[in-house]
């Protein structure tokens, strides 16, 4: 159960890779959202059956028919374990599995609660009692669950996401980025977030204006959707503050996103917060050395100096100093580049994911 499944990321793409790769042999399974229906292009992907509820208030005569509706689908399809994505399912929908006599209930947390509103805290605490297990996209999410909610540490499990590297293998060209202003043989810094706060664009842009002192001809890429416009206008209002709006191009959301990494000579996310980022494991995946804060799940990822570069939040100088030093020294930025690539591989591999996630679904029913 989701809140939502519209886009090809994040948690959402998270999913997706899920309900893909989970062996059918083993297991019978469904999704079900809330609030928004499934983006058409996700639908004709899923491998199962799939249910879409607009839910406007989980407190309204429509969220009791809702609750209604999944409670005879979990009693009609004997489910097993229901595993619930973001807040409103997380809460709204966990207390609704869990009335609906769903045997076990997993609540995912894919972010250092900086989504969780007063009201989400509150119901957090129940559900922290009532699930069965929370499941953590890194050990420092694991840590907020433990101290920050105190969170049974026996309930809360640790499962890294992870990367398809047929999908990597598959890119034969570089993105043409001609049509976004940006010359064929320019270097890229890209970054690929959605835009709001939280990711720290405004850092990404700021050190932009750094490394363009010594690099000129260099241009910052921002690939994903503009969540908050207000926030895009005051992102493209400090860029044409520091003169360099012409070197620094929002692209939107792109279906070519690892084409655009192979295109790029770093990868930065200078997020204020982070659970733990896909998009840093598809740069890894790509041998495209990044530059990242410091913060949530990103130290699990990378090791510094040899498979990227960590700076501290709001740091945007240290950022610029690392893009710089890699700009300079090309051997050295593939050397780190293969050993991201690897540890990818070997740590973060979408088959490594499934075979945890396969086998922790299994022990949770054979659990009295």
Known sequence: ????????????????????LLPRDRFRYSVVTLKWAIGPDILRSLPCPAHSFELDRTYSWKALQTAYAIRRLIRSENVDIVHTFFETSNTWGGIVAKLSGA??????????GILQSPKHRLAYRVINRICDRVLTVSEMVRRQCVEGEHIDPAKVVRIYNGMEFEQVAAVREAADLTSLGIPADAPVITTVANIRPVKGIDIFIRAAALVLREFPQTYFLVVGAVNEPDTA???????????IENNV????????????????K??????????????????MASEVPCVVTRVGGNPEAIDEGVTGYLVPSEDFAAAADRITYLLR???????????????VRTRFSSERMISDLTQFYESLVETP
Do not use: T, Y
Not at 2 to 15: P, S
Not at 249 to 264: A, E, P, T
């Open 103 to 112: 045997p076990r209930l997993v609540s995912s947390r894919r972010d250092m």
């Open 249 to 264: 191009k929002f692209s939107g959301l792109r279906d070519d996103v690892l084409q655009i990494l192979r295109r790029s």
């Open 266 to 283: 770093v990868f930065c996310m200078l997020s204020r917060s982070e659970g733990f980022s896909n998009a840093v494991l598809e740069a």
């Open 1 to 20: 159960m989701i809140d939502h499944l519209v886009a090809a990321g994040g948690g959402e793409g998270a999913l997706v890779k899920i309900l893909r």
């Open 329 to 343: 020294n090309p051997e050295q930025a593939a050397r780190i580049g293969r050993a991201a690539r690897e540890v």
């Open 233 to 243: 206008a005051e992102l493209l209002q400090l860029a044409r503050s520091l003169a």
